[in-house]
């Protein structure tokens, strides 16, 4: 009877086990592939070059520049916005229905899929606002999308900060907004960056929000304004591997671009979770 | 005559949301005298205390009848500015929370945000401050550093010369010494001596020798109401009451 | 009085720009109607969510997407079937068996899979995955419904695991240590305790998880074939609804009916991910975990 009870659990302990072998295999299998083929796709020229030959050859310059120009106009109005945000759910509001509904937004703004944010940056920005097809477009688009990440991501961080550093600076005669800028802001900065690079590398990523909005087939030339249409890494991807002139004979570009972005993206993941785990490690201390 | 009335409360009830934590209190207290108010856990002495310097504001769903004076100044009056009230009356809470910064700059920062931009003044509080919670000879050679390096006892030290620094009139102070040794107990109990000569100090305590000690006078709490109230030695002598009386000999709470 | 009246301007203005979310919501409802709502003028609602063909530059064009509708909503279960076993078991596993060494390294990998761009898991299932299943299962054509519910379930498996491991985490020590005293096994009390005390936060995560499938656009443009039609087995292609946004926006014109109907699937994907959503609030609300209350 014992035995058998021990038996059951070792067998379902076993199953665990691998089913989250299995994530991490399937992980590697595709970092594995994109890595080995991809490699051999990378050097200088690749880096530096815009594409030539209706694209089938060349480098992905103009890619690697409108993804980081995306990112930043999605830095730029999404993390004032989010924070501020946070800010105000954390620090300032009760438990009045204001918060109720600032909540509710939140959380269905999340969950909005990325093709319908697209969809909207369309019929917003482009055409209502008149931003055309553009680094503005696309990378306000993104914002919208990253924005219930990075309020999250603050909240988490302004939780952290305890009560006691509130009370104390209140009770020395210092008004909400200095204690929360000199006070709660310092110490919550860390859990906040953290957050918000991981917002930004699912911006990066993103393909669906900016097809329509920001990021077009080709343009060789780097953007110099906002309002200029850019490439964009994840879109050149998806336009090489079903769109391009020659899709077999470019593979290896398309491998290479990948490549490219996995490292963008995951470098940023993996600097905000080391950043977390050394924060950690400080806090328990 | 000297026994100017600094702060005092009258029918002062307190609510958080229907459940009523204090009943008609009122307390007179004496400019430059330590009043304890002592109490078994969860009468309402916290609170008592946090509505002195309206820290309860920060609490949802709260409300407060009655009046609370500071001087001949109704404190929950809608014009009254709760920021320079509680500038006005300074608290030092249960255990010590001093900011994640340097200890210079633990006490300058109460300075900066009342408004003072002066270096050297700000330099000369700082010490000065320190001097008075008196730490400054444990700290003098490393102000500089964080105040987190800090033993209990002196970060608590560090949090009295924090609240000092703007110059408080009334001090308040929530279970100080709980959280420390015997050691530190002591030297925040000749602290708190020594401040009563510059300021009115109203003091939460579980310890009725500490009660004893340093106070001059007592209020006994239980449950949300004040039963009796003295000079602390009358009190601890010939409590007029019994429930007083057993509440000090340790008879119960 | 300066820094007072400071104290209370910044009151007001973090108050509006907490507002923003709600506003973008609303904007995105606003437009999305505004842009979709057209089409319903050259055909009913009925014929549009159950037209059974999606012909929209045909001439006269059909524009009945509940083969689009169809496709997505059998993408998104067998993604479940893959994902849902997979996502509880790995945060099982995390919360309850794992050292705190290994599941230090076992997060970040599913926090990294999170991460992970749809395009490159939309091109794996394209070069790596349809050969593959074109050999092995010896079909016509690789991208399909299977595979793209593969990659989906790659995707949805970070969601559901960490918001189910946060459930599970958060399930009270007396409880457990209750069962162990009890003489359960640790199994038994996973089963017994845990799983039945963190029952809501684990379907909120199912339910977020799926949510996030059904709206994920460039794995199912890229791996699912693209084809509207009603598919008859696990390995015809799909066209879902995301897809199919995606794939022709660029080529319907500027307010044609074509580009008002795409507008109209967006509403239609919006509809079915706001409903997910207010379901997994509503579970997460109803069924709070309040401790051994929940039991
Ligand atoms: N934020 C709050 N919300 C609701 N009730 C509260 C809150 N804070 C305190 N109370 C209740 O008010 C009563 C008085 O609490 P208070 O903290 O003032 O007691 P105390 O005398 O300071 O106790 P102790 O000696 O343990 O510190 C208690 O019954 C407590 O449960
Ligand atoms: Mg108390």
Redesign the pocket.
Known sequence: MKNRRKTVQKIWFLLLRLAALLNGAALLLIVYFILSRGFTAISWEFLTKAPENSMTEGGILPCIAGTIGLCLVTIMAALPIGIASAIYLNEYSGKGKIVRIIRLGINNLAGVPSIVFGLFGLAFFCIVLDMGVSLAAGGLTLAIMTLPVIIGASEEALKTVPDTYREASLAMGATQWQTIRKIVLPAAFPGILTGSILGISRAAGETAPIMYTGAVFFTPNLPDSIFDEVMALPYHIYVLATAGTNIEATRHLQYGTALVLIVLVFGMNLTAIILRSKMRKKLRI | MGHNIKMHTKGLDFF??D?Q??ENISIEFIENRVTALI????????????CLNRMNDL?P??RVNGLAMLEQEDIYESSVDVVSLRRRVGMVF?KPNPFPKTIFENIAYGLRVNGLKDKAKITTIVEKSLKQAAIWDEVKERLNESALGLSGGQQQRLCIARALAVDPEVLLM??PASALDPIATQKIEELISFLSSQLTIII?T?NMQQAARVSDKTAF?YM?KLIEMNDTDTLFTRPELKQTEDYITGRFG | MKRQSIDKGVHSLFLAIALFSIIFLSLIMLFLFKEGIPIFDFITVKDFLFGQYWYPTDDPADFGIFPLILGSIYVTIVSGLIAIPLGVMTAVYLAEIATPRVAEIVKPIVELMASMPSVIIGFFGMVVVAPFLQQVFNIPVGLNMFNASLMLAFMAIPTICSLCEDAIFSVPTALKEASFALGATHLETIVKVVIPASLSGICTAVILGLSRAIGETMVVLMAAGGAAMIPMSIFDPVRPLPASIAAEMAEAPFRSEHYHALFAIGIVLFVFTFLFNILADYISYRFRQTGEASL
């Open positions: 958080y949301g459940f934590a204090l109490g078994p856990s969860g009468c309402g002495k916290s609170t008592y205390l946090r609490i769903g709260i249960q929530d279970e939460v579980h709490f949300g």
